[in-house]
T-cell receptor, first 116, second 114 residues
Framework: DTGVSQDPRHKITKRGQNVTFRCDPISEHNRLYWYRQTLGQGPEFLTYFQNEAQLEKSRLLSDRFSAERPKGSFSTLEIQRTEQGDSAMYLC??????????????FGNGTRLTVT | AQKVTQAQTEISVVEKEDVTLDCVYETRDTTYYLFWYKQPPSGELVFLIRRNSFDEQNEISGRYSWNFQKSTSSFNFTITASQVVDSAVYFCALKGGGADGLTFGKGTHLIIQP
């Protein structure tokens, strides 16, 4: 169990640029989640995959955000035309198969995005 | 809509004191799940405990204990004999029966002074 891995750890970009983050879940975890956390706030749910299927999306996920999990393993989160309000920590989490309520989420260390 | 309120933004105590972190939740679901996570300075959220709405039995794990009271919609977390390593931000979270995403509170920053 190597834990959830996220890359990069930090990303600084200029407003209007596109950015992509990667998440590698714990192997054999079929559920993968993306959350966003701003300073002084709790994580906010963005989206959820079960294997390669994106099953749930938050209203927070504007059309500039897109997430994929093409082979049911790693996932990418892309933000197009970044805005300063996108500056946040983006957290990825995974959990094993089974009733989703019964499986605690294992979080990665996050990718901190700063939009200048 | 679901909501989790952690009214204590920051708590500072001296080592070895007991401390209780409050969590109040709102949900219309009859089946739901409550969680506590710890976020140390390194940033990684660490799962501490899960409770379902049908199990009001309190739980103790070492120096940690949790008090779930459905009547007051509260799920409080107590650390006894606090230690400096307990310093972190603690989040209470709620998961409704139909949703897969967790709703987190804003967190309580716990500072344990030596």
């Amino acid at each position: 169990d190597t834990g959830v891995s996220q890359d990069p750890r930090h990303k600084i970009t200029k407003r209007g640029q596109n950015v992509t983050f990667r998440c590698d879940p714990i192997s054999e975890h079929n559920r993968l989640y993306w959350y966003r956390q701003t300073l002084g706030q709790g994580p906010e749910f963005l989206t959820y995959f079960q294997n390669e299927a994106q099953l749930e999306k938050s209203r927070l996920l504007s059309d500039r955000f897109s997430a994929e999990r093409p082979k049911g393993s790693f996932s990418t989160l892309e933000i197009q035309r970044t805005e300063q309000g996108d500056s946040a920590m983006y957290l990825c989490a995974s959990s094993p198969e089974g009733p989703s309520y019964n499986s605690p989420l294992h979080f990665g260390n996050g990718t901190r995005l700063t939009v200048t | 809509a679901q909501k989790v309120t952690q009214a204590q933004t920051e708590i500072s105590v001296v080592e070895k004191e007991d401390v209780t972190l409050d969590c109040v939740y709102e949900t219309r679901d009859t089946t739901y799940y409550l969680f506590w996570y710890k976020q140390p300075p390194s940033g990684e959220l660490v799962f501490l405990i899960r409770r379902n709405s049908f199990d009001e039995q309190n739980e103790i794990s070492g120096r940690y204990s949790w008090n779930f009271q459905k009547s007051t919609s509260s799920f409080n977390f107590t650390i006894t004999a606090s230690q400096v390593v307990d310093s972190a931000v603690y989040f209470c979270a709620l998961k409704g029966g139909g949703a897969d995403g967790l709703t987190f509170g804003k967190g309580t920053h716990l500072i344990i002074q030596p």
